[in-house]
């Protein structure tokens, strides 16, 4: 059940006449009232053929009127209307239920607490089956205003106890950081004019596919803005940058004019205070020269980034800070992915905003190396290979799992139920980027003799898992690419029990595949040669230090026996 509370209005009588009127579509049927706070006596223009609307809502207002005569200033902002809805897998209510729970939630709201002679007026009127409209008028009969601060925290409170009471759908609790729903008129504007979203939920998109292309709350928004939003920013006497709003181009007003949303509005964490903490966040490079390990491709280095979430989950400031970055990499991965895979991943960056926010503090800076690495992706220049993207996605899968886990550990329900969405979208991209990766191996698999041994490795390193690894449809292929790892001097056993560390097995659906991505991303580099590591260490311990002169080092030399006569392979 949900009961969206509206803005407070001035016309009691032009909102009657839409409750009572046939609606947009001529959806309204029977219009009629369930419960007021006075039933005896009330005009009900829906029941009674003489009874007319001008007299309803000045029955409503009369202590409105009473309170302006008194006082001399008019009140403008006394109608209070909140829409009560079930769900569409709900039962019909009757009026008598209907009527109940419209006293319910009139208590919550402080609109008419229990016992209160002298609390307000307020009607509700029922035009449909699964829903009725509460209205009521913010003045009391003795002529004070109703403490209503916080009423939308008690009436969904309440809703709660009533979906338990009346064996309704049960919704999860809120707490204060979803996005606003649109409202009707936004919905009716999108509509009218052929947009699939309404203008906040349109803003939100973009401002968050943009937020990994920027390193600072300015860069933001010159990117917002080059890419064609509409932009107004707010500045101090300083220049400093206080506050912006974005709008949507062709969002205008009946007037011409342009339409801006606070970003605060749009989504609570793209408010400029927290944009600014997440995007100056990231250290900086020690100097302007340095470089970091270009060796391997930003979608790697973007996997190695993951690795932080699955083992550091003691901190909540630091989760909720790599949880919040992994929704930049997910969206990061979804613009920069060949186009073939990125209807799923964009719906996991979507389904992932909700999952990025909750009422935990972050340490942003705990996720420097995550966000750093999703910056390095939307300006990379060259795509993925086919493994790397399936490495990186099956990371992500699982990062969400784990992100899924730690909010439903901490009671944050949406945002569980949004990183269970997400890791829905995320399965069916590492299925999808995967698929070509299996063929290929699969074509060059080893020998029955060459899979009885590497079974054997199995075995030994995974007991546990080893029955439902060697039945996955994925075995094949995991045979062949633990074949060309150890041809090319990885020891199989250390790499199945690696693989295995990063990711449990125990809930993997196709545990084999889950190890091919784990393999593919660590056996990519050659196996380390034990014998010239230790050659390099001795050669480094033996080698002097001694300086000649104040400030001139001496280029250090090995002792003859020391000097290599001839290059060795190991």
Known sequence: MIAAIKPAGSNARGLLAYLYGPGRHDEHLDPHLVTGYAMLGMPDPGRDEHATLTQLARHLDEPVRLRNAEFGRPVTDHVWHCPVRTAPEDRPLS????????????????????????????????????HIHILATTVREDGRRPKLHGSGIRVGDECRRIEKDYGLRQLKKGDGTGTRRPTQAEMHKAERLGWEQTSRQWLQDRIRAAIPHASTAEELLAYLEADGIEIKERRGPSGALLGYKAGRPGDLTANGEQIFHAGGKIAPDLSLPKLRARLESTTPEEHPTARRDRTTTPWHQATDALDALHTGMTDDAHVQAQIAAL?????????????????????????????????????????????????????????????????????????????????????????????????????????????????????????????????????????????????????????????????????????????????????????????ITRIQHTARNPAPNRRAEAARLRSTTLRPATRIGPQTPQPATAPPSQVPTKRRNF
Do not use: Y
């Open 95 to 130: 009026d008598t239920e209907w009527a109940e729970v419209a006293q319910r939630i009139v208590q919550a709201a402080g609109i008419a607490p229990a016992g209160d002679d002298l609390a307000c007026r307020w009607i509700a009127v029922r035009h449909a089956d699964d």
């Open 327 to 515: 929704g930049e990499l997910i969206e990061a991965t979804a613009q920069k992915a060949p186009t073939d895979f990125r209807r799923q991943l964009r719906g996991a960056s979507t389904a992932f905003a909700r999952a990025q926010r909750s009422k935990i503090r972050a340490e942003d800076r705990a996720a420097n190396d995550l966000r750093r690495a999703a910056r390095d992706i939307v300006f990379t220049a060259t795509g993925p290979d086919g493994s790397a993207l399936a490495a990186l996605v099956a990371a992500m899968l699982w990062a969400a799992i784990l992100a899924g886990r730690w909010h439903e550990a901490k009671g944050h329900a949406h945002q569980a139920d949004a990183a269970r969405a997400t890791a829905q979208h995320l399965q069916a991209a590492a299925d999808q980027t995967l698929a070509p990766v299996l063929t290929g191996l699969t074509a060059h698999r080893p020998g029955e003799a060459a899979r009885r041994t590497l079974a054997q490795d199995v075995r030994a390193a995974l007991p546990t898992d080893a029955d439902r690894i060697l039945t996955d449809s994925g075995w094949p292929a995991l045979a062949a690419l633990l074949a060309d790892a150890e041809a090319r001097g990885h020891q199989p056993h250390r790499l199945l029990t690696e693989a295995a560390a990063r990711r449990e097995l125990t809930t993997a659906r196709q545990p084999a595949r889950v190890l």
